[in-house]
């Protein structure tokens, strides 16, 4: 049974450039939360999806964006990134509102320069 | 909003000493709490999931507690090891069911 799948891996983009990071939930889940992580802090929440709509957001601004597909899967994007924006971006499935707990994926290192 | 603060913030200590992991919530009104574990770089992985209808919950070496009324949540790890070696996180949900977490301790066993 596959867990939570984050691609890609590591990135590297330009400051000012857009990306977009994309997540498969575990099998089984039908909501995905994405969250930031900077070095040494711990996870932040960005947003939620569920039914493919944007269910809770956390407090980040409107470059942040994100889509939920029928399959559940997801996609988050970032536009016109910021050096500020380097970070790991993690991907979390669950099911009941998290009742049985979440699952995150190996996280997506972003690097802005 | 909830709020977690997890202490201490970081724990050296020598191979098969019982460790003591403590985390604190403001907003007690949660159905659920989970432990998870960080690797370098990595994402992260559950360890734990207590509901609130329990006290605690066991899995090898490592014991979670939960005690709602107080806010807090307690992680032991008996007999450290080496690989025991990573960050450990509690999440606990908010009112709108969002797990926030904590900054995590930051855990180094030396052999």
């Known amino acids: ?67 939920q597909f029928p399959n ?12 500020g924006d380097s970070a790991l971006y993690l991907c979390a499935s669950s099911s009941d509102r998290g009742g049985y707990g979440y699952t995150f994926g190996s996280g997506t290192r972003l690097t802005v320069v | 909003k909830q709020e977690v603060t997890q202490i201490p913030a970081a724990l050296s200590v020598p191979e098969g000493e019982n460790l003591v992991l403590n985390c604190s919530f403001t907003d007690s009104a949660i159905y659920n709490l989970q432990w998870f574990r960080q690797d370098p770089g990595k994402g992260l992985t559950s360890l734990l999931l207590i509901q609130s209808s329990q006290r ?40 709108s069911y969002i797990p926030t977490f904590g900054r995590g301790t930051s855990l180094i066993v030396h052999p």
């Open chain 1, 72 to 83: 559940y899967s997801s996609e988050l994007n970032v536009n016109a990134l910021l050096l």
């Open chain 1, 1 to 67: 049974d596959a867990g939570v799948t984050q691609s890609p891996t590591h990135l590297i983009k330009t400051r000012g450039q857009q990306v977009t990071l994309r997540c498969s939930p575990k099998s089984g889940h039908d909501t995905v939360s994405w969250y930031q992580q900077a070095l040494g802090q711990g996870p932040q929440f960005i947003f939620q999806y569920y039914e493919e709509e944007e269910r809770q957001r956390g407090n980040f601004p409107d470059r942040f964006s994100g889509h």
């Open chain 2, 56 to 95: 605690e919950q066991t899995s090898g070496r490592l014991n979670a507690s939960l005690d709602k009324s107080s806010g807090r949540s307690t992680l032991y790890i008996a007999a450290s090891q080496p690989g025991d070696s990573a960050t450990y996180l509690c999440a606990v949900p908010g009112g």
